[in-house]
């Protein structure tokens, strides 16, 4: 009996370790609808690309870094206009490239005011502040149907069971 309700236990325990991975049913309803990004003017505070070798987030420099870095996240700390406080929006790779390719990687730097269109939400114990589009000055560097579809490949590579 005591076999029994520890094998039972197990099994409990691996199914929940399976579906607490990944993007489940209702991160992937939201963040796959174009209507949850708004878009928001807003200055960069800092930038920071998370090196996946070292496993810390580095400052971004565009002298030092260049492509290497898009292989991993990139981090912006926006100011945007009348939120009253800054927040950390997230670049995925796929769209960094993008930015990369277009040039945005060239101009950035702290205290310039863009626009992006991101999902501010919150959701369990993570925030989802991706970011799918994205101008400076008149440019657009990333566009949000692009910038969606990469958001929507990254969770469908990613999917929980439930």
């Not at 290497?68 to 927040?87: A, C, M, N, R, T």
């Not at 997230?90 to 626009?115: A, M």
Request: proline content about 1%.
């Amino acid at each position: 009996m005591k076999q029994k309700a520890i094998t039972l236990i197990l099994c409990i325990l691996c199914v929940f370790s399976f579906t607490a991975c990944g993007y489940n049913n209702i991160m992937y309803k939201h963040l796959s609808n174009i209507d949850n990004y708004k878009s928001y003017t807003a200055v960069i505070d800092q930038i920071y690309v998370v090196d996946k070798d070292s496993n810390r987030a580095v400052k971004y420099n565009k002298n030092i870094h260049g492509s290497k870095y898009l292989k991993d996240i990139v981090y912006i700390d926006i100011l945007p206009e009348g939120i009253g406080y800054s927040v950390r929006v997230e670049i995925i790779p796929q769209n960094s490239q993008i930015l990369f390719d277009n040039g945005f990687f060239d101009i950035v730097e702290e205290g310039i005011t863009i626009n992006v269109q991101t999902s501010l939400w919150i959701y369990m114990d993570g925030e989802f502040n991706f970011i799918i589009g994205l101008s400076y000055d008149d440019v657009q560097y990333l566009n949000s149907e692009d910038g969606l579809d990469n958001i929507i490949k990254m969770m469908d590579a990613d999917r929980s069971f439930f």
